[in-house]
């Protein structure tokens, strides 16, 4: 393998992690960070939250769990040809989504309007969350200790107000600093993923169909190029011909912008990153095509009335369950019972942020149904 940047994350240019442990043996630092994510309990209940399409709905959809595989498949790519520190940009993309809620972006939506009077619940602060204090793993710290680059690419946005409270991780985002490029590939390769898998996915739920997406530049051309070398090719194969080649493009379009954009701000050192503007970026010709195709997916997919029909059932469970632990804090398992607000809400939270879709829905059916009388 090339040897890495002189800009890219090392051993020695990290920052450490806050508690000081022993370096590890046959192993680096980031390979130690990825491990410890992938043996999290929340890593393993990303298989049973959604996506887009609930668990239930079907076996073949993406979850959390796959989604954050293909993160940082890409991930990983586009590192090791940039000569980026690709074990940094794997842990970051495994560990991106964390702390997502059960039931996707409507169950942020419903828990962050819940906790409006105690600070409001964010997916991406919750995931460092998760790394730093939830998770109850080791003897000798709470949560896993990563690394504060590692840390630094999970903190993907933050509020000034919430970055003030964070210390060193939060403090880019009061001084206009950009993270690693390790993170900046971590946070587009999840674009590039979800854009083209909730392509895949929206085709096999029936909600939108070839003929509806041949309108989207970045579809209707790829999909012409499948057709003309492969005329007589039907089915599954056609939709998957076409979305690889549409991942394949925008992963080599993101390499040869990034290149170039590294060639004009010619950093040295991570710190020239650090102050540097963001250098991983899409060309704008291709911002163009990938918004055309997210607005595409926002109209015809996640507003689609079946999906907004789920997304709804969502936030009453949600919001039912948040109402009925504050109202009755001993209605909580006893290691979330808390008595003092706002730290009382923020177990609550905690609690329901870590569950499953399907730990939710069953939750609220030991709380709320009524079983009939025999
Ligand atoms: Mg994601």
Known sequence: ??????????????????????????????????????????????????????????DLFRT?????????QIARSIA???????????????????????????????????????????????SLRVVDSLEERYAAFGGLNLCFETREGILKHCSAANAAQLGEVGQRFLNNRRPSLEAQIANLADEIAYNNHDVDDGLRSGLITLEQLAAVPLVAEHLEEVRRAYPGLTGRRVVHETVRRMINTLVSDLIRQSEHNIGKQNPTTLEDVRSSPAMIAFSTEMNERQRALKNFLHIHLYRHYRVLRMSSKAQRIIGDL?????ADNRLLPPQF?????????????????????????????????VEEVS
Do not use: W
């Not at 040897?3 to 000081?20: M, Q, T």
């Open 1 to 58: 393998m090339a040897e890495l940047a002189s800009y890219a994350v090392n051993e020695s240019n990290s920052r450490g992690r806050k508690i000081a442990e022993p370096a590890p043996h046959g192993r680096s630092e980031f390979q130690r960070d990825r491990d410890r994510i992938i043996h999290s309990g929340a890593f393993r209940r990303l298989e049973y939250k959604t996506q887009v399409f609930v668990n239930h709905e079907g």
């Open 64 to 72: 959390r769990l796959t989604h954050s595989i293909e993160v940082a």
């Open 80 to 126: 090791r040809r940039l000569r980026l520190n690709e074990d940094l940009a794997e842990a970051i993309s495994l560990a991106h989504d964390l702390g997502h809620t059960p039931f996707g972006h409507a169950g942020q939506d419903a828990l962050n309007a819940c906790m409006k009077a105690y600070g409001g619940f964010e997916h991406n602060l919750q």
């Open 337 to 369: 019972q808390c008595q003092a607000e706002p730290d009382r809400a923020r177990a609550v939270a905690d609690y329901i942020a870590g569950m499953t879709d399907r730990y939710a829905i069953r939750e609220h059916r030991r709380i709320f149904a």
């Open 322 to 326: 948040f109402g009925v632990f504050m």
